[in-house]
């Protein structure tokens, strides 16, 4: 079994940062893929940032400059750096791990991030 814990949203004004993270335990393979999604309210949920796995990594192209991924495995932890944040990047944030991208087996509780003035 394998849990997933986010922390790190908040309320940000436009153009601020925030820094996600997301703990697991249990039996994480390094090669797994991990990333970030995130659903706005009546959006479909979207990746915006993952693993694909060690070497290769994948961003959304709304969200490519702005917000960087990166990884602990010693801590079993996936970051995500967020910067110059948009009204448009108002969602849950959710952390994902699975044998791709695509449909990640684990999914954390997620983070709210709401990005106002």
């Known amino acids: 079994q394998v849990q997933l814990v986010e922390s790190g949203g908040g309320l940000v004004q436009p153009g601020g940062s925030l820094r996600l993270s997301c703990a697991a335990s249990g039996t994480i393979f390094s090669l797994d893929a991990m990333g970030w999604y995130r659903q706005a309210p009546g959006k479909q949920r979207e990746l915006v940032a993952g693993?694909?796995?060690?070497?290769?990594?994948k961003y959304a192209d709304s969200v490519k400059g702005r917000f960087t991924i990166s990884r602990d495995n010693s801590k079993n932890t996936v970051y995500l750096q967020m910067n110059t944040l948009r009204p448009e990047d108002t969602a849950v944030y959710y952390c994902?791990?699975?044998?791709?991208?695509?449909?990640?087996?684990?999914w954390g509780q997620g983070t709210q991030v709401t990005v106002s003035s």
């Open positions: 693993f694909a796995s060690v070497q290769i990594t």
């Open positions: 994902g791990v699975g044998p791709s991208l695509v449909a990640p087996s684990y």
